[in-house]
């Protein structure tokens, strides 16, 4: 979008709030969001790690649609080729490995970059003299233009380069529930006093392009979430595709739109009022604590790794870890949650007559038009078969009045076809 200066500007509206946020592209940011420099060709990403287990770095090296693989070989028609700079991933260390982070600070990089911060973001920049939780680098890598924060042989803080760099990156991305919402290492009792990115740069953070934190949740989050992210966005800054939507707390809208329960493989059980007793039931678990109908997050859909797996798909209860809170707000885990007493008891009800009534559907289903005529089923499998009873043939008779109504009776229709000559040849 281009505003009457030729400038091009980026909007973007979290359909919930309402909110609509804009800035102007800044010159210099080598063709982002379609200025004269032409599309881009390569687009720095720097990796910084908070109070991380590196999981999300795992599940993002899974990651299928788009891999990280494509990403970095720029083989995605449009997309430019992603530069990586990771602590785990990267094969420069020490000194080497640093120096993009320093040109970064400097704007001495001589292309965009985005900011991606896996895990939260501790309290160490309160500390006035020594001391740190996260680390990267020491203050010789720190540039002499800046006032240095630590001496040269001393570690740097990670928040240190976060608090630098997030100001001029095209975008700064949360990855994992650690970061979008502080996550395990913010929960009750911890002494690094975490909090998530958005905590950390405050409410007036944008970055470069006017980008408020974007978030993606998850602990670990789907790999493919993460990657589709980017691209989503590096496509609309190409001019290639639609303007990415993002909801109030900055996730992916698309991705973070709906419940788990809305596409869980056993909601057909929650349905009609058949929980799990204990894990390894195959019915809905609710019962033994899953979060799922209020947790918003894509995964029965979208499968953990490749499209497979997922946590109700492999047999264990949604605990809530995409959501703002988490953990200490959906404990205990493996309880079910007080909200389910209410729903969990008005599908057991009413779950229980629906299911009846399917069964006798089912039992007429199940049944060729010759079987029904002769009265028979030429089954092996079914010898200890009943026949259907007087109840499932009026309520069928009833069903099918009701099922042809205003249409062809296919069921008069069959009544009156022969039946088949060759039939019980043997
Ligand atoms: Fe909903 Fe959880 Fe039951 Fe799936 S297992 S249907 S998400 S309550």
Redesign the pocket.
């Known amino acids: 979008m281009e505003d009457e200066t030729g400038e091009a500007t980026l909007i973007q509206k979290a359909p919930h709030a309402g909110a609509v946020f804009g800035a102007e592209v800044p010159a210099g940011l080598g063709g982002l969001g379609g200025s004269d420099a032409g599309p881009l060709t390569e687009l720095h990403v720097f990796w910084l790690a908070g109070m991380s287990c590196d999981g999300c770095s795992i599940a993002v090296t899974g990651a299928t649609a788009p891999s990280v693989e494509e990403l970095l070989a720029g083989t995605i028609p449009g997309l430019p080729r992603v530069v990586l700079h990771h602590p785990v991933l990267s094969i420069d260390a020490g000194h080497g490995f640093v120096k993009p982070f320093r040109q970064a600070v400097e704007g001495t990089l001589g292309g965009p970059y985005v900011v991606v911060l896996e895990g939260s973001v501790p309290d160490d920049q309160s500390f006035l003299e020594e001391g740190f939780f996260s680390g990267l680098g020491v203050g010789a890598d720190w540039p002499a233009s800046l006032e240095a924060p630590r001496a040269p042989d001393q570690p740097l803080r990670m928040t240190d380069w976060l608090r630098a760099m997030a100001p001029a990156a095209a975008a700064s991305i949360a990855i994992g529930t650690c970061a979008t919402w502080g996550g395990v290492p913010a929960a009750a009792g911890n002494v690094t006093g975490s909090m998530s990115l958005m905590d950390f740069l405050g409410k007036d953070y944008r970055s470069a392009l006017g980008v408020p934190v974007i978030n993606v949740p998850g602990c670990s989050p789907v790999g493919d979430n993460f990657t589709e992210t980017v691209a989503a966005i590096l496509l609309f800054l190409q001019g290639l595709g639609p303007l990415p939507e993002f909801d109030e707390l900055g996730r992916p809208a698309w991705l973070f739109g709906e419940?788990?329960?809305r596409h869980?493989?056993?909601?057909g059980?929650?349905e009609e009022g058949v929980?799990a007793k204990e894990y390894g039931d195959k019915e809905?678990?609710?019962d033994v604590g899953?979060?799922?109908?209020i947790v918003q997050c894509n995964i029965?859909e979208r499968g953990a790794i490749n499209h497979m797996g997922g946590c109700?798909v492999a047999g264990g209860?949604?605990i809530g870890c995409t959501m703002p809170g988490f953990p200490d707000k959906y404990a205990p885990f493996y309880k079910a949650p007080p909200g389910?007493l209410i729903s969990g008891r008005t599908a057991r009800t009413t779950g229980a007559a629906i299911r009846r009534l399917r069964r006798i559907s089912m039992g007429a289903g199940n049944r060729e038009f010759i079987w029904d005529k002769t009265g028979e089923v030429p089954s092996g499998w079914s010898a200890e078969r009943s026949e259907p009873s007087t109840v499932w043939k009026w309520s069928g008779f009833f069903y099918k009045k009701l099922q042809y109504s205003g249409s062809v009776d296919q069921a008069k229709r069959n009544t009156e076809t022969p039946l088949p000559r060759s039939r019980n040849v043997l």
Do not use: E, I, Q
Request: glycine letters at 4%.
């Open positions: 419940t788990v329960h869980c493989v056993r909601a059980y929650y929980f809905c678990l609710v899953c979060w799922g109908p029965t109700m209860a949604c389910s």
